[in-house]
């Protein structure tokens, strides 16, 4: 068996990763940039020479993505370890599709964004039977009493977009609104897609004033760098009065046709985590044939993601 590695093992997503890891018999390596039991910073080459090793797997959690450099990737072309990330992140997801062909000649594994977007998102896709979608649209309201954290503010902060968006799902949703982000489904679903046209990720924080004032600091630079100086106080408030039920809805289009999915509950943040845990058992135990860049449509088999996820108490309707 493999070893696995986990990157950002001291963080949220880390630790729900190495608890399903160790729930599944196995004995992941807890790594990230100060307290674990071995120290890596994904940007840093030399830590990651000197700890990882030929055959390893990586669970990278490293967030927030938007920082990240290919260290890891270019590292693990030359030392030969297979990598899982849960990147949200679409420059730095677009950076390791331009470095297909030397993934591939490496015999490798990179499984990108392996996570909610855009692992869940093609499960989706390929569930609803759409011939030819044209819009994904992506709904998100995060479980921030559990999720919130410097990471995942960051993430959203520099990600955001901005423009206010309104979808209408079908009970027992409803109209929804939120502000828009860049969605790293964006890069990932249209190569396998071909006719899909526009990805979007609409977030809701379900927080008062909150989507507002994301709105104005997309708009407004010196407004975003105030949120970003105050961000331990966001987060204080996200985790006292945010929600603990959280939403993962898709609106998929086409001429003359919608279809809609949605995911709902408590514990809706593991949408995040559970395809890169079901992904890496799968390799760990030799069951994952496919090699080099991995996309979306082959990191997980759906019908046991979803599985999996009405095992967890999420509910899944379409």
């Not at 030819?132 to 009493?145: F, G, H, I, K, Q």
């Not at 410097?150 to 949703?173: D, H, N, V, Y």
């Not at 760990?284 to 996309?295: E, M, S, T, Y």
Request: hydrophobic share 45%; net charge positive; aromatic share 6%.
């Amino acid at each position: 068996m493999k070893r696995v590695v986990i990157l950002g093992a001291s963080g949220f997503f880390g630790r729900l990763i190495a608890e399903r890891l160790r729930a599944a018999g196995m004995q992941p390596v807890l790594a990230s940039r100060s307290r674990s039991e071995v120290r890596i910073d994904a940007n840093d080459r030399e830590q990651i020479r000197t700890n990882l090793k030929a055959r390893d797997l990586v669970i990278d959690a490293a967030g927030p993505f938007q920082t990240r450099t290919t260290a890891l990737i270019e590292a693990a072309r030359t030392i030969g370890f297979d990598i899982i990330d849960l990147s949200d992140s679409p420059e730095y997801t677009s950076k390791i599709y331009e470095l297909e062909a030397p993934i591939r000649s490496a015999g490798i594994r990179v499984l990108t964004a392996c996570s909610a977007l855009s692992t869940v998102s093609a499960a989706v896709l390929k569930s609803i039977g759409m011939t030819e979608p044209r819009r994904v649209s992506a709904y998100l309201v995060p479980a921030s009493r559990y999720t919130a954290n410097p990471a995942t503010t960051q993430s959203m902060l520099t990600s955001l977009i901005g423009k206010a968006r309104t979808i209408r799902f079908p009970r027992p949703l409803g109209t929804r609104s939120g502000v828009t982000v860049k969605s790293v489904d964006a890069v990932t679903l249209p190569r396998v897609f071909r006719s899909i046209r526009t990805t979007e990720l609409i977030v809701d924080t379900h927080v008062p004033g909150a989507n507002a004032l994301l709105k104005l600091s997309a708009l407004w630079p010196g407004l975003r760098r105030v949120v970003e100086q105050n961000q331990p106080t966001a987060i204080q408030i996200a985790r006292r009065i945010g929600p603990k039920v959280g939403v993962l809805a898709y609106e998929i289009s086409a001429p003359l046709m919608q279809k809609y999915v949605i995911f709902t509950g408590e514990k809706s943040y593991l949408l995040a985590v559970l395809p890169a845990v079901q992904a890496a058992i799968a390799i760990a135990n030799g069951r994952f044939a496919p090699r080099g860049l991995v996309p979306p449509t082959e990191h997980v088999d759906s019908s046991q993601l979803f599985e999996a996820v009405r095992a967890e108490g999420i509910t899944a309707m379409a």
